[in-house]
């Protein structure tokens, strides 16, 4: 069995159940378990591959990535100016054009991305199948990659003839939805401990799915085990306000009425949820994808995030799609939630360690995982290294662990998924980033193109 040692950190943040951060810390990896954590010389001092980090670098947790749409990294910086209805309407017809090599090639640049952000497990919701595209591709693509991933089966099946938002062209019918969320659940799903890849089932959002595909989608995924449930539910004013006049539910009712409540959901955004469905969230262990960056970006407001937590709802990060962000910054998203909670002139509304645990701990609980976010024995092996000896830091060495919050951090140095180095010395490892960028861009460009 392969030995991983990783020593002489700068300080580990192991965000065990003593929240421990220990100077000097080292790691010892077995295969892709974490066998041992402590200081370096309570720890072997031998392994097959041992990295050094001299006092130089932080070692945390991988960060946990709970709502993106990968394939948006070819559409960045469209309709700039749009609140999120009209900016789906500028963009539906440009995805309409999506091919299988599209979406291979985006979830293939918008990983590593996320990987060199200091994200290790990551949940993606693709909800649209033009052409020849399948979740099949952005799997094979993330596979080859080499981040933990939960795949989600999204769906669209209300057009604009029905009263939905998107085009008649971009929506499927509800029983070939069923039948291939059947067939992906039962070819990839794998619910066992230190799993790479769980699937979620995921109808888009109240204006673009029935109820019916609601309840059934439900139904279906709790016949499996480990698989969950994922939409987006209060992202905006409109949103509500679709929710209240289609069906005479506010969002958190909607989710109720539904099925769609319980600590196997997660909801994305949740900005304008009310007080009586956060409460409903904690008593339920109802989960939230908090996606600040992209809400701003498109006007949406501010999630209420530090009412969430008081009421112990289970809250992670999401960077949502590279096209409403316009980056896949894991690390950068979770200053940006900090920083959002304390925007109501409340500087204490969150704190740096409360925003390193969303982005760890948080984002395993919203998950349904027990076996990341954390550095102890019996771990999986996620962990991520960042070089403090820089400018970027400078100053801020007195509290090292907040500053992975406060500061501004353009990359990790190391990366650590499942016990192999897929980010080395601040290089992915497992592609031929040029070539792939090269490809990524000659496609977005044709998509723009029309």
Partial sequence: MATLLVKNAHTLITMDGDRREIPGGAIFVRDNVIEQVGTTGELPDTADEVIDHKGRQVVLPGLVNTHHHLYQSLTRVYAQNNELFEWLLELYPIWANLTAEAIQVSTRVA???LMLSGCTTA???LYIFPNDCTLDDEIEAVQEIGIRFHASRGSMSVGRSEGGLPPDSVVEKEPDILKDSQRIIETYHDNSRHSMLRITLAPCSPFTVSLDLMRES???ARSYPGVRLHTHLAETAPDVAYSLEKFGLKPGDYAEEVGWVGDDVWHAHCVHLSDEAIAMFGRTGTGIAHCPTSNFRLGSGI???????????PVGLGVDGSASNDSGHLLAEARMAMLAQR????????TAREALEIATLGGARVLGRDDIGALAPGMSADFIAINVDTPFFAGAHHDIV???MFCTIPQVDYSIINGRVVVREGQPTTVDLPVLLERHNAISQNLMNG
């Fill in 218 to 220: 439900a139904e279906m």
């Fill in 343 to 350: 925007a109501g002139q409340n500087p204490a509304g969150l």
């Fill in 402 to 404: 907040a500053a992975l």
């Fill in 111 to 113: 990983c590593v991305e």
């Fill in 123 to 125: 949940s993606d919701h």
């Fill in 303 to 313: 999630a209420r995030i530090r009412m969430c937590l008081d009421h112990n709802v």
